[in-house]
């Protein structure tokens, strides 16, 4: 392949000498880095196209001038989450210095990377699991609104089918077609179809 003086040529992540042929399934594995340099050593391997992510906080103060300096500071020092599409070399990626380790399990063979699912990593995030999400999501569909028709809970086994007045309060204040009005918390009702 020839080159031409000043020509722009894409990034290749398969010319990475860390990173070997492609998984069937991309893993997620957590990396354990220098601290303080949590910042480098993903945009190294973001440079190799491997999606990493930690997460961070907010940090203020005042400086000697009093001007506020705003930083992201990792919450966790030392720790980030890489998710491979291609098989790392870890000998080679902490001969670089770009990772210091990573968190392992033991088997009756030596230590093995920990293979992370991503709940595992949306947890550490502080982000609600794919499993909290769709039942937030099933929540808030079948939550009532006034004017909704709904289904009240009265007993153990007897709901009520009603219009919805006024929703306050984690409570629930409704009117039947025949006039009876009431109220019941929110949990016990849920909108009709």
């Keep these: 392949m020839t080159y031409q003086i000043g020509q722009i040529v894409p990034h290749d992540a398969a010319q990475v000498s860390y990173l070997g042929p492609l998984l069937s399934v991309p893993a997620w ?7 303080g340099s949590e910042r480098q050593s993903a945009d190294e391997l973001r440079h190799a196209g491997v999606h990493v992510c930690y997460p961070t906080d907010d940090r203020a103060w005042r400086d000697a001038r009093g001007k ?3 930083v992201k500071v990792p919450s966790v020092a030392g720790y980030i989450f890489a998710k491979f599409d291609r098989a790392p070399f870890w000998t080679t990626l902490r001969a670089r210095r770009i990772i210091t380790g990573m ?3 033991e088997t009756p063979w030596g230590p093995v990377p920990y293979r992370a699912t991503e709940n595992d990593v949306r947890r550490f995030m502080g982000i609600p699991t794919v499993e909290e999400e769709l039942e937030a999501a099933r929540r808030e569909a079948l939550r009532v ?3 909704d028709r709904a289904r009240v809970l009265v007993g153990s086994d007897l709901a009520l089918a009603v219009r919805v007045t006024d929703v306050s309060g984690g409570m629930v204040f409704w009117e039947t077609d025949t006039g009876i009005k009431g109220s019941t918390s929110e949990d016990r009702s849920e909108r009709a179809a």
């Design 29 to 35: 594995h957590i990396l354990r880095v220098r601290s």
């Design 68 to 70: 506020v300096v705003r």
């Design 103 to 105: 968190v392992c399990r």
């Design 145 to 147: 609104r006034p004017g």
